[in-house]
Nanobody, 126 residues
């Protein structure tokens, strides 16, 4: 089945940048919809960016303009470029994938993603 492995996390100063990667292996049909989530210590997991099979993207308001989600199908990889990081961005970041809706082909809002990576930690210090 589909496997997802995140990488690229680390510790940075406020204002710095990080690029997260999510390597996928398995049937591409199972990753028609992909997303990045994050969960801070003691907080609920939140969706921060999504990308569908047509390349359409959505962002959480607090990261819009600072984060960019992208996908390289040739490399079977998902990316999250994070710029102007703030301490509030400190969290465990997860990659998620789902087959989506077949008819019409779409990635519905509040999609319960079927596949998840183990996460990569991002720590932003002041």
């Amino acid at each position: 089945q589909l496997q997802l492995v995140e990488s690229g996390g680390g510790s940075v100063q406020a204002g710095g940048s990080l690029r997260l990667s999510c390597a996928a292996s398995g049937d591409p049909y199972s990753r028609a919809c992909m997303a990045w989530f994050r969960q801070g210590l003691g907080k609920e997991r939140e969706e921060i960016a999504t990308i569908d099979m047509f390349g359409r993207t959505t962002y959480k308001d607090s990261v819009n303009g600072r984060f960019t989600i992208s996908q390289d199908n040739a490399k079977n990889s998902l990316y999250l470029q994070m710029n102007n990081l703030e301490p509030e961005d400190t969290a465990m970041y997860f990659c998620a994938a789902d087959r989506g809706q077949h008819w019409p082909r779409s990635c519905p809002a509040r999609l319960p993603y079927e596949h998840w990576g183990q996460g990569t930690q991002v720590t932003v210090s002041a």
